[in-house]
């Protein structure tokens, strides 16, 4: 109960800011011989694994449609999100498109640019396979947007025990604050690899937000979102400095480095930690790493018993030309047998109830245990906080800040303007 009252914080916000988009149009005709255009970011590595697997357990469900890939490569979205408006605009969308639950996609919502699902979660039963709480939260003015098909963590740490012990670390120590993790950070750097494998902005911005619930702890941090904590005041300053600190170990080369890179480089020794939402463990895993051998993991330290929330989820865009088989695709995303076969390639965990988590890795079990028992809070990097507006100007502040091109009292006037549009 107490998760599902925190991720109705974490969505309350959203749904606010929400304009009643009135009646909707109907969509176009179904369209059998056309295939079903499905855009993501997964277009490489262990999200495509992630992505195929559903489109497995699709072409089984529907053979009557046939699937087309529209994958934009680009973590978290950054390239997709942008070609999506463009196409959104023009009045030329994909049949489905993957989106996060939460403020982000009220954007499209408020746009008019979505249809209410509703009358699927009928169709297919997802009002009974869905926690009732966890319907009633993407439930706008009444209305359903979209289907999850999996709930990822964004506040993790990843960590090489060789790399760990060879600097005099000890690999199962965890830390009780940000401060308290600088020693190892110090003594894996004096050992010549990289401290912390920090990439491209968006990962900044991922590292960013955990250390803000670090800091700030999980209710202060969700003021953040709500305008209760004050973006000027001095914890958001002392939280800054912490990430800027952090940044001290990233890599030079980081603005060329997406996170496939940066896990990569703790898989391959040259890194010791890397913060990561846990699409990373499912990079590990690919690669046969074995959790407690050649990989570790722990929340970000002052995380313990934070959850940063996210789901990717699916939409059905006003005007898609084959809707017939976007609501397939729909079908097949909030089937238990998609959300296994998804899910067990992706690292994140069903949104549905019946799921049966022996099917899950020793990792996604504990992420389970986790999201039942921890407090939930919005991520900001992934869609479930702010509106992409307000994450873009985060993330534009977060980029000068990183490149040198600010100090700290200027990026925290800059969040602040950038939080409060
Ligand atoms: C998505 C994940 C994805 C990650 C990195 C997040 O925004 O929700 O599915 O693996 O970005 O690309």
Aim: charged share 20%; with cysteine.
């Amino acid at each position: 109960m107490r998760r599902l009252v925190a991720i109705s914080a974490v969505l309350a916000a959203a749904v606010v800011l929400v304009a009643c988009t009135g009646d909707v149009a109907p969509g176009a005709q179904p369209s059998p011989d056309r295939p079903v255009e499905v855009v993501t970011w997964w277009a490489a590595g262990s999200e495509k694994r992630g992505l195929d697997a559903l489109v497995g357990v699709f072409d089984e469900q529907h053979p009557e449609h046939s699937f087309e890939g529209g994958a934009v490569a680009g973590g978290a979205g950054t390239a997709a999100k942008r070609q999506l408006k463009t196409r959104l605009l023009a009045g030329d969308p994909p049949d489905t498109f993957q989106a996060h639950a939460g403020a982000e996609l009220t954007d499209y919502i408020t746009a008019g640019q979505l249809e209410d699902v509703s009358a699927l979660y009928d169709d297919f039963g997802l009002r009974r396979a869905f926690p009732t709480d966890l319907i009633r939260l993407l439930q706008v003015d009444g209305k359903i947007y979209s289907v999850p098909a999996g709930i990822h963590r964004s506040n993790m740490v990843w960590a090489n025990p060789g790399v760990l012990a060879a600097a005099g670390v000890d690999p199962n120590a965890t830390y009780g604050s940000i401060a308290a993790w600088f020693p190892a950070l110090d003594a894996v750097r004096a050992s010549g690899r990289t401290a912390l494998a920090v990439g491209t902005t968006w990962t900044q911005v991922n590292l960013l937000e955990t250390v803000l619930m670090a800091d700030l702890g999980a209710e202060r941090y969700e003021g953040l979102w709500t305008g209760t904590t004050d973006w000027s005041g001095r914890e958001v300053t002392a939280a800054l400095a912490d990430f800027q600190t952090l940044m001290s170990y990233a890599p030079a080369d980081r603005d060329d480095l997406d996170w496939p890179d940066t896990t990569q480089q703790v898989i391959d020794g040259a890194a010791g930690f890397t913060v990561m939402g846990d699409w990373a463990v499912a990079a590990f895993e690919e690669h046969g790493e074995v959790p407690g051998v050649d990989f570790s993991y722990f929340p970000v330290p002052g995380t313990v018993g934070i959850f940063g929330f996210l789901a990717d989820s699916f939409t059905l865009p006003m005007g898609a030309k084959n809707r017939a088989g976007a609501a397939a695709w729909l079908d097949t995303v909030g089937s238990v047998e998609g959300q296994t076969a998804f899910n067990r390639a992706k690292g994140s965990i069903p949104a549905r109830s019946d799921a049966d988590p022996a099917d899950f890795s020793s990792y996604q079990q504990s992420s389970i245990r986790a999201f039942g028992r921890d407090r939930i809070v919005p991520s900001l990097t992934h869609g479930a906080a702010t509106s992409n507006a307000v994450l873009e100007a985060i993330t534009a502040a977060t980029a000068t800040f990183t490149a040198g091109g600010s100090d700290l009292a200027t990026y925290q006037a800059a969040l602040a303007d950038a939080a409060t549009p």
